[in-house]
C-alpha cells in the first residue's frame, strides 16, 4: 500500500557575527511548529551533531552537512533563516543536491537601534538567494512571516507536498498492462523518452499472465477469496452479477495486489479493454478497488495518465482517492459545467452518500461526492512534457451510466479552449484537494510546463 514518506533535511543558518542566542531561539520557533505538521508522514534531519546549536554558521561546516544528507537520502531540504545567515554555507550544501530546496526567514520584529542589533534576516535572503540562482538551484519560499503564523504552515504543507511529488514522480515505476486499444492513437507515449527525462520506469506485465493468476485464485478458493467476495457484496448491489462473475473480479482484484508487489510498482495503467474477453468481465471494478487502497490504476493503458494519478496522490500525501475521468459532454443546462464520467472505474470511497452503488457486470455504477476539486493531466506535446491543471466545484446534472460527477468552472469556454489546443487528450485526473499551487511549484522542479486557463495559447474561432 501506498504511504507518503519524506525525509527533510532541516538546515538553520545565521550569521557568526549576530547573537547566537537569538538565533538559537528562532530556530526553536521553528522546530516546533515544523514538528507538528504531518509527524507521520515526515522525518526531519537536523545537524545538531555537527553545528554549535544546530544552526550553520560557517562554510567549514558544508562538507560535513552535506555528508550527512546525503548518507540519510533526503528528499528535500529546509533552510530557515535565524538571522541575516551564510549564503556561502547554504550554497555549498544546497548545490550538491537534486531535491526541492525551502527558503524562509521570520519577520524582524524591530530595526536596529542604537542598544541592539537586529536578525535583518530579510535582507540576508535577499543575498542568499542571488547566490543560489547562480548556481543553479531550484528553491521554493515562504513570505518573511512569523513561524507560528497560518501563512508559515500552508506554505510548510504545500512544500512537503511538493516534495512528495517530486520524490514519487522521479522514482515512479508503472505497471503497463497490456497495450492500448488499437482505436486510441490518443494514449500513445514515448517510455524511452520518459525514463530518460524522469526516471520513470514502465514494466510490461503480459495480459495472459494475468488471466493465469485469476484461474489459479479461482481453483485454489480460499479464505482471502472469499473475504473480498462479502466485502464488495456488503458495498455494492451485486445482484446483477453472477457469483462466478463476483468470484472472478474478487480474484483479479487479488491477482493485481500480487503483480504489482512483484513487479514494485505503485501505480498501473491497463488495457482495459478489449482484454477484458480474456479476464471474462470487465476490469473497471477492479480499478477502482486498487484505486482506493492507494495504488491507482489508469485506464485504456494511459502511462500519462497513470503519471497523473501518481501526481494527484503524492500531492494529496496519499490521503483520499484519485480519479482518471472523461471530459465527456457540456451540461445540458449550465454553460459552465461539465460531465466527468467512465464506465465504471471510480474509487468507492469517493461515492455520494446519496448514491446507490451497484455492480452490472464487472462496472461500478454511482455518483461521486459532491465538493472542491483539483483537476489536472500530465501529457506530452511535441516539444515538451506539460502539466495542465484547475480548480473546480462539483455541481449537479442528470444521472447517468457508469461512474460520474458534474463540475463546474469558472469559464468552461476556456478551459475547453485550453484542452483542445493543449497537447491534452479526453482523460482528466481529479481529486477533492485545492492543490492548485502544489502542482505548480512542482512542475517547476520537474521541468514541466505548468499550463492553465490563464495561460495564453491558440483561440477558438
Known amino acids: 500500500m501506498y504511504k507518503a514518506e519524506i525525509t527533510l533535511g532541516v538546515m538553520p543558518t545565521r550569521r557568526g557575527m549576530l547573537d547566537l542566542e537569538t538565533a538559537a531561539a528562532e530556530k526553536e520557533k521553528c522546530m516546533a511548529v515544523i514538528r507538528e505538521i504531518h509527524p507521520d508522514k515526515v522525518r526531519l534531519v537536523d545537524i545538531d551533531d555537527i553545528c554549535v546549536r544546530g544552526i550553520i554558521e560557517s562554510e567549514s561546516h558544508a562538507p560535513a552537512v552535506a ?194 508487489e512483484k513487479s514494485s510498482c505503485t501505480v498501473a495503467a491497463i488495457e482495459c479493454w478489449p482484454s477484458g474477453a480474456l479476464m471474462q468481465l470487465p476490469s473497471c471494478a477492479m480499478i477502482g478497488e486498487l484505486t482506493d487502497m492507494g495504488i491507482p490504476v489508469a485506464c485504456e493503458t494511459d502511462i500519462n495518465g497513470a503519471v497523473t494519478l501518481a501526481i494527484l496522490r503524492a500531492a494529496m500525501l496519499g490521503e483520499g482517492a484519485q480519479f482518471l475521468a472523461d471530459l465527456t459532454i457540456r451540461h445540458p443546462e449550465n454553460d459552465n459545467g461539465e460531465l466527468l464520467w467512465h464506465c465504471g472505474p471510480f474509487p468507492y470511497s469517493l461515492k455520494s452518500p446519496e448514491s446507490k452503488a451497484c455492480l452490472a457486470g464487472g462496472q461500478q455504477q454511482f455518483e461521486l461526492k459532491q465538493g472542491h476539486l483539483t483537476l489536472c493531466r500530465f501529457d506530452d506535446g511535441e516539444d515538451d512534457y506539460y502539466l495542465f491543471a484547475g480548480e473546480a466545484e462539483t455541481t449537479t446534472g442528470p444521472a447517468t451510466t457508469g461512474t460520474y460527477v458534474w463540475v463546474e468552472v469558472k469559464d468552461w469556454k476556456a478551459w475547453e479552449e485550453k484542452l483542445m489546443f493543449g497537447p491534452y487528450i479526453h482523460h482528466l485526473g481529479g481529486g477533492y484537494a485545492s492543490l492548485y499551487p502544489v502542482l505548480r511549484e512542482a512542475a517547476r522542479y520537474l521541468g514541466l510546463k505548468f499550463d492553465t486557463v490563464e495561460e495564453e495559447g491558440a483561440k477558438c474561432l
Request: aromatic share 8%.
Open 67 to 260: 555528508d550527512k544528507f546525503a548518507r540519510e537520502k533526503v528528499d528535500a531540504v529546509f533552510v530557515p533563516f535565524c538571522d541575516f545567515g551564510e549564503e556561502g554555507a547554504v550554497a555549498d550544501v544546497v548545490s550538491k543536491f537534486r531535491v526541492p530546496v525551502l527558503i524562509w526567514g521570520s519577520r524582524d520584529e524591530a530595526p536596529n537601534s542604537p542598544e541592539k542589533r537586529g536578525r535583518d534576516t530579510q535582507c540576508g535572503m535577499f543575498a542568499a538567494t542571488k547566490v543560489l540562482r547562480r548556481y543553479g538551484v531550484t528553491y521554493s519560499y515562504i513570505y518573511n512571516v512569523p513561524a507560528d503564523s497560518e501563512e508559515f504552515r500552508k506554505g510548510f504543507d504545500r512544500f512537503l507536498r511538493v516534495a512528495c511529488v517530486v520524490k514519487d514522480v522521479r522514482g515512479l515505476r508503472i505497471a503497463k498492462i497490456g497495450e492500448r486499444p488499437s482505436p486510441f492513437r490518443s494514449v500513445m507515449t514515448n517510455e524511452a523518452r520518459l525514463m530518460q527525462r524522469f526516471g520513470i520506469q514502465t514494466v510490461a506485465v503480459a495480459p495472459v499472465m494475468l488471466q493465469m493468476a485469476v484461474q489459479k485464485i479461482v481453483s485454489e478458493g480460499g479464505e482471502e477469496l472469499k473475504r473480498q467476495m462479502e466485502d464488495i457484496r456488503g458495498r455494492m448491489d451485486c445482484s446483477a452479477l453472477k457469483e462466478e462473475q463476483l468470484e472472478r473480479l474478487a480474484a483479479l482484484k487479488l491477482a493485481m495486489l500480487a503483480q504489482m
